[in-house]
């Protein structure tokens, strides 16, 4: 039973993990990212770059292009115009499954669960997923049942998110904010090195949001990951975050640390003078 | 027709496959009136075409598709795949089951030339069928431009629910839609009538052609353009009619390739439209204010019933082997041997609609390369049947693979339309090769002989069965419970969920349609070694909309949905051969009604009595204990008093 720190069989960097120098090559870096839907440009010449076990966040009023950013990094999108870098290598002519088996997670706005699965299934697909070691000649010797690791593996990831409880529960009787944790949950199962979360506390009350934002330190301190969260909740992207990058209309309008960029007047304009 | 198809998809988001059934019905009904009740043609016409077929399009509307709008398409595919196996099989039933030579005609005699052009005469039936499907279009693009009806129509397509909050009837349009499509249903099949050389109530589905043109035309318009369909339909008649004049007869090409040639435009109009990949993704900005579709009833089971469900298993397996090896007479042995393949053969519909939740409507087909390659291994090449069994599946699940590479970019009605196309490709081309069905005689397979041991008998055949089955159903479990099934499991659920977890959704596939092809394959040479002759025809695509139906009505989500299906299937059928000859067919009809539940119950009504039968049980046991745990108390305090 390997480490459960380590996945994808690539160590991580043996130096702390919550320094990211510049001279080191970035965990993911999007470059120029463009996208067109039949005329409308969804997102212009948008760069970022996310570090080792860095947390970013993406913010921006609704329709910036959030999640079609996300749809680009996984691959869901593969008609975009610019280059995706991970750990330095370009992964723009790879499928979504491929690109999630690189270590890039995600979590859904619209959350896309497995409705005739219990919690804990969601969790063993992914671990079988993760481990890559099924293969048909092992179910037709009937040897395809989730193992004794695998089952571990996923009872952590329930204990992790808070989901022990419903464990046996199908999904399809859970309300939204425990299928966002399900959702947290199968993407943490992947051990995954970026951890793509789109509007992971829509759904939640505040106390369940608040145990999700110390979820979310936890995971990056522990297992190194870093992590991209899209999030309306600015209190919860304080929380998490180290540094955010504003969205509007598809264009990057700021970014740096969330105290300055909320003090930003063409932020203020944008973003927060519509809630205000 | 392909306007037809269009119309109703645009309005109601059903593709409905029961046009075929709409177009014989009417086509069936004027024929009756007009040459067996001598009315006059426009009596005949009116009654046909102005009501007979707008009251079916209605009551579909009003009994079924109303009460399912925001099921996904593969529901409601399935739906009208159960309505195109009902309705003409319901015809025989009421009106007997005689085959009718007397064709009668609309407008102008087709047996009259009328003018030559160029050097192609001119006939009734062409003049007939140009001037009034020209006159039909114009006057529904007239509809749909310039009137308030059409208006509506338009946005209904966009949106059911926006136009609601517009003050549009929605329902009312879309029953509207229904009755227009039906008419247009009944009179291409009273144009096409003349085709026909006679009309045989018991084989209803020879609207072939005219399905696979209808069907190219309006994947042609993206299933969106009424203009594009109509001229597309147009154009495909015209083309297949000057291939048909112009290649030398007798040639390999006229021969082999041109027979595929409609077939094969369809497949390639499927997949290369890239306007279609998107058809299934609502465009409704309101579609999320609908509830989801009902999940189906999961059966969770008592531990404690575990043991005496088992060991009643086993006593059930063991009490239809001796019985069948006993006291039952030698024609129900027959019977349920033919069940138990049957059952094999439906468990490659488990598999592949069941796990993989895709409608794939080729299965007789691959049953029938099965087949026939050991039919043809064992009858001209001297193999042993089980080894040319083995092969059949095997060659089978490399078909299967084409099949599944060939579609593997798509899903949902597109695969489904595909895998129609082919099974449609195999039995009017593949199979009528001497070299493949066996020609006019067919071929008449042998029964298997291991060693010493000869299965010729039916109760011997029978074991042999029975074995062969209880293997594949415990393969079946393991590779439903395993990694394939969980990650099949996974992309029914989300496909998008299932990618971004790293599943390669394309493999999943693949192997799913492999092991099905193959299966079904397998289960066919057995199958036909058990029915000695096969012909060409008996693998058919209406078997292929058969199976489907039958597997999803039991269940087909589970193994013995499948096993319950084939038994049910033939034992209903051996119970209709005691009854007039003109109920035939009745045991499609029931199935395909039982399918119209899917909508509902998408595990199928067997296994949702079972799971519902699983709570009651669970209910009892828990109150039981509940009054145990009650009583236990009490009980410990008297033993103490005394």
Not at chain 1, 190 to 212: C, F, I, K, V
Not at chain 2, 274 to 286: G, K, M, T, Y
Not at chain 2, 468 to 483: A, H, S
Request: aromatic share 8%; with cysteine; charged share 15%.
């Amino acid at each position: 039973m390997p480490e459960p720190t380590t996945g994808h069989g690539e160590a991580l960097p043996e130096h702390a993990p919550e320094t990211s120098s510049a001279h080191e090559v970035p965990l993911l870096e999007a470059r120029s990212i463009s996208v067109n839907f039949g005329g409308i440009l969804a997102l212009s010449e948008v760069s970022l770059v996310v570090g080792r076990a860095e947390s970013v966040g993406l913010v921006g009023p609704n329709g910036a292009g959030k999640t079609t950013f996300f749809n680009c990094i996984c691959g869901q999108i593969d008609t975009y115009k610019g280059q995706v870098l991970y750990a330095g290598r370009p992964i723009d002519d790879m499928p979504a499954y491929k690109r999630a088996r690189l270590g890039i997670a995600r979590t859904f706005q619209r959350i896309e669960v497995f409705d005739e699965m219990t919690v804990r299934e969601h969790m063993i697909v992914a671990e079988r997923a993760r481990s890559g070691e099924g293969a048909l000649w092992k179910d037709l010797l009937n040897m395809g049942g989730p193992s004794r690791a695998e089952l571990e593996g996923a009872e952590r990831v329930l204990e992790l998110v808070g989901l022990t409880e419903h464990a046996d529960t199908p999904v399809a009787a859970l309300s939204l904010g425990y299928c966002r944790l399900v959702e947290l949950g199968r993407a943490l199962a992947l051990e995954p090195r970026l951890l793509l979360a789109d509007e992971p506390s829509s759904g939640l009350d505040t106390h369940e949001s608040a145990m999700l934002a110390s979820l979310f330190r936890r995971v990056r301190a522990e297992r190194g990951t870093a992590i991209l969260i899209v999030e309306h909740n600015l209190d919860m992207v304080a929380e998490v975050v180290d540094r955010v990058v504003v969205l509007d209309f598809g264009h990057e309008i700021a970014a740096g640390p969330l105290e300055e960029v909320i003090a930003d007047p063409v932020v203020r304009r944008a973003y927060l003078g519509k809630i205000a | 027709m392909a306007v037809g198809l269009v119309l109703t998809y645009r309005a109601t988001g059903v593709f409905n496959l029961a046009f075929g059934a709409q177009a014989f019905t009417a086509a069936f009904a004027y024929d009756l009136l007009n040459q067996y009740q001598h009315w006059p043609q426009w009596a005949a016409f009116v009654v046909s075409v102005i009501v007979i077929s707008p009251a079916l399009g209605l009551a579909f509307d009003r009994f079924l598709f109303r009460h399912i709008p925001t099921a996904s398409t593969t529901v409601k595919v399935i739906s009208s795949l159960g309505l195109l196996i009902a309705i003409p099989q319901l015809i025989p039933i009421i009106f007997g089951s005689e085959q009718r030579h007397k064709i009668g005609y609309l407008w102008l005699n087709p047996a009259t030339v009328y003018f030559h052009l160029g050097s192609t005469p001119i006939n009734g039936q062409d003049i007939s069928t140009t001037v009034i499907t020209v006159v039909a279009v114009l006057a529904l693009v007239a509809v749909f431009r310039w009137s308030t009806i059409g208006l509506e129509m338009r946005a209904v397509v966009e949106s059911r629910r926006l136009s609601q909050l517009q003050g549009v009837n929605s329902s009312a349009v879309a029953a509207g839609a229904w009755a227009l499509s039906s008419a247009l249903a009944g009179l291409s099949g009273v144009l096409l009538l003349p085709a026909q050389n006679s009309l045989d109530p018991t084989a209803p589905l020879e609207f072939t052609t005219l399905l696979v043109a209808g069907m190219t035309a309006a994947a042609l318009a993206s299933m969106r353009s009424i203009s594009i369909a109509a001229i597309g339909g147009v154009a495909i008649g015209v083309l297949e009619n000057l291939l048909h004049n112009y290649l030398p007869a007798g040639s390999i090409l006229s021969t082999g390739v041109l027979p595929s040639l409609p077939f094969a435009l369809l497949v390639i109009v499927l997949l290369a439209n890239p306007n279609l990949r998107r058809i299934e993704e609502s465009s409704d900005p309101l579609s999320s204010v609908d509830p989801p579709p009902p999940p189906p009833s999961i059966a969770i089971r008592d531990r404690r019933l575990d043991f005496p469900m088992r060991w009643g298993f086993r006593a059930l397996v063991v009490a239809f082997l001796i019985s069948n090896l006993t006291w039952v007479p030698l024609n129900w042995v027959f019977v349920f041997q033919q069940g138990l393949f049957y059952s094999l053969i439906f468990l490659s519909v488990t598999l592949i609609t069941g796990m993989s939740g895709q409608l794939s409507l080729c299965q007789a087909t691959f049953v029938g390369i099965g087949a026939f390659t050991a039919g043809q291994l064992a009858v001209h090449h001297g193999f042993p049947v089980l080894l040319g069994a083995l092969v059949g599946g095997a060659l089978a699940a490399v078909v299967g693979t084409a099949v599944a590479l060939l579609v593997s970019r798509v899903s949902g009605l597109l695969l489904t339309l595909v895998t129609l196309a082919f099974a449609l490709f195999a039995d009017n081309v593949l199979f009528q090769f001497s070299w493949s069905g066996g020609g006019l005689t067919g071929l008449v397979l042998p029964r298997p002989q291991i060693g010493p041991l000869n299965f010729a008998s039916d109760r011997s055949y029978l074991v042999l069965g029975l074995v062969v089955l209880l293997l594949f159903t415990f393969l079946v479990r393991f590779v439903q419970r395993g990694t394939t099934g969980r990650f099949l499991a996974a992309m029914r659920g989300s496909p998008t969920a299932a990618a971004s977890l790293g599943i390669n959704l394309t493999r999943a596939k693949v192997t799913v349609f492999m092991l099905s092809a193959g299966l079904a394959g397998l289960g066919g040479a057995l199958y036909a070694s058990s029915q000695g002759p096969v012909g060409p025809n008996d693998f058919n695509y209406v078997f292929s909309l058969a199976f489907v139906v039958i597997v999803i009505t039991t269940g087909s989500r589970s193994v013995e949905g499948a096993v319950q299906a084939g038994m049910a299937y033939v034992i209903l059928t051996q119970i209709l051969t005691y009854l007039p000859s003109r109920v035939t067919g009745l045991q499609f009809v029931l199935f395909a009604f039982g399918a119209l539940t899917y909508a509902a119950h998408p595990e199928g009504i067997v296994e949702y009595q079972k799971s519902q039968w699983l709570r009651r049980t669970s209910r009892l046991l828990r109150a039981w204990d509940d009054r145990r745990s009650a009583r236990a108390p009490e009980a410990a305090q008297e033993a103490a008093g005394a």
